[in-house]
């Protein structure tokens, strides 16, 4: 899915008005937008296929934790469908996590654990939790927007060499939701989000990082392929990275239904 307002740009038409006219920059999108597009590439990060990732977490000075995944994309409705499911190592293989985008109000998002045969939901506090040990919380990998946020341009600043726009949200409620502010650094060309800030509910204090180590062009959309998430205070970190996408494969309906968890 994508939000995001384009550009728009001057047709050869537009030769025939005024010079002023012409010289009128193009509009730029809003926050709300940008804001809605950097969600995207959080989590999964494409629309459809399929892809196999690498996730590594690292506590200290101690050899990462890694782990292989596979993850299924799909949209029906025009709400996005994902299914992430561990295949390595042997202790986590097997556990899968299925995310279904509702229309209004939260995210539907079943865990099923293969050693106990159950599948579980995750909501309300339940999605501050850690996914599966990472410093990704399963709230982190909800791209869904609330309307009730208050998003507000900031000015425009360098990262990396690299000109960036930046926005930042505040929830209208802040005592809803693990953060009480959310500051994005998005490449205008790219509209990939290459850095986020998650402060805690005071909306001061610096609780995660989120940075892009490298993108891809998939289907002429640019999708993050390793992603790196900070948690500042116990300085520990998860790297996630997509090792291949097939953006060709297409799934029926009933790849993402609760049934398909076990099997």
Known sequence: MTL????????GAAALLPLAAQAQAAPEPTCASLLAEAREDVGVGFEAGRAELTMEIRRGKAAPRVRKMIALAAEEGGLRRSLIRF?????????ALLMREAAS?????LLYLPALKKVRRISGGKREGSFMGSDFSFEDLSAKVEGSERCERLPDAELQGQ??????ARPADPSTGPYGRVKV??????????QMELYGKDGETLVKKMR???MKKVEGRWVPTDIVMETVARKSQT???????????RFPPETFSERALGQ
């Open 4 to 11: 995001a307002l384009r550009a728009l740009f001057l047709t």
């Open 87 to 95: 295949t390595a190592p042997a202790e986590v293989a097997g556990t």
């Open 105 to 109: 109000g939260e995210d539907e998002q």
């Open 163 to 168: 000109q960036t726009w930046v926005v930042q």
């Open 185 to 194: 650094w998005i490449h205008p060309k790219t509209r990939v989000a290459v």
């Open 212 to 214: 892009v180590q490298r």
């Open 239 to 249: 790297r996630l990275i997509i090792d291949g996408i097939q953006s060709e494969l």
